[in-house]
Structure formats: C-alpha cells, structure tokens
C-alpha cells in the first residue's frame, strides 16, 4: 500500500511536469519570431481572402499560418509561403527573415517538385494507364531527387534558424475511395492517394533526419476527402483552375491549424 502510494504521488508529479512542459513549450513558440514558409497549401490557395500585396503567390488571410499568427501573437510573423514554390524557390526567396530569434517555422513542401500540377491534370484528363505511369514517375523522382532536395533546405534552415522549432506538415489524401463519385475512376483516385501518401512518407523521413516534427494532416481530413460528402478540398474548379485541389478555408482552418497547434 504504501508503495502503491508514492507511485501515485510520483506519478502526479510526472504528470504535472509533463503539462507545464507542454505549456512551457507553447509559450516559447509564441515569444519568439514565427516565419511561414511553403508552396500554396500554405500560402492558403483555395481559401480566398487572398492578401493584396502577396500578388501571384496568394498568400491568404484564412491560411493556417495567419490563423496560427492570430491565436498565439507571436514577437514577430513573416508569412512567406508561395503558391507554385518548390524547394528551390524556397532557398532562393523565402528564408531571407530567418534568425537566432526565430522560434518557430512552418513549412509545406515537395509537392510542386514531385510534378503535382501535371499528375492531377494528366489524371483529370487521360486515361487510367496514363495517370498510373505520369504517377510512377512522380514516385521516380519522389525517390531519386526528392531526397537530396529536402535535406539542403532543412539544413539551410537550421543555419539560418538554429533556435527554432521547425513544424513541416505534409498534404491529405485527396480522395474518398471504395463510393460511387462523378469524375475520376476509383483506381485513378486510389492511385493518387497512394501517391499522397508516398509523398508524405519522404518529407516525414526527411524531416525525422533533421530532428524537425512532421505533422500529418491525414488524420484531420480522414472523412473531408472529395468524394466524402463533406469536402475540405476543392475538386476541379474549371472556372478557378488553380484552386483545384486545394484545401476550402474550412480545410485550413479544421485540417491544417489543429495539426500545427498540435505540433507547436
């Protein structure tokens, strides 16, 4: 008995430890600078209430990082996510308010390298067997380039911000499969789950390397994929091509943000 007592008393300890840690942590995300950083799922494409001034990369008010910004008031915000920005766009035009002050970073990225525009247009527009091989060279590449291309912009990251808590969420399975749905074929969108979800397996392993924290937003949009009935993405938008494919403002809001409060 008395030894079930101080487990119990030590494990209050622990437990009370444990939660001001987490809280200690939140703080320290808010206190310093937070910089966004990505391609459009983190710029907010899809969301509308586009920003003015962000012209072509439609960084959006209804984003994840603007939420995030808004709830915790971080010292500092600099959202620099870029609808079309690969890897090599982020190196070369996002990293320049990075510093030893900056607490937290945020990032989506790979997609646009691994050909995501051309994958779901050959998909919407050709046959199965096209889509299938338009998505194993995605895959190809998602192996072979992919990799290299992670692991030297972390790194430069992590130079240029050594004191921050890097959060790189990655990107939702697009598609409710197994159900009758008007447009793609069921293969079709089990392939593209599936290349979804090999993505994310390389970005998580990448991010894993460098000691950052992965934030799947699979779980958040289990049960909101196209197909679903209650969709947090856009399916295809002929009238807005480029919002095709993208997280609603509810898909920000309920997909993303939760993952990243979660996260940071």
Known sequence: MRRSRIAAYLSSILLAAGIALAGSASA???????VALGDSYSSGVGSGSYISSSGSCDRSTKAYPYLWNTNNAPSSFSFLACSGATTDDVVANQLGTLSSSTSLVSITIGGNDAGFSDVM??????????CLSRINTAKAYVDSTLPGKLDSLYTTI???APNAHVVVLGYPRFYKTGTTC???SDTKRTAINGAADYLDTAVAKAAAN???TFGDVRTTFSGHEI???DSWLHSVDWLDIGESYHPTATGQSSGYLPVLNSAA
């Open 182 to 184: 008007i447009g793609l």
């Open 210 to 212: 460098h000691g950052f």
């Open 28 to 34: 320290d995300a808010a206190t310093g600078g937070y």
């Open 121 to 130: 247009t050959t998909c919407v527009l050709s046959s199965d067997s096209t």
């Open 227 to 229: 197909c679903s009935g």
């Open 158 to 160: 992590h130079t240029k």
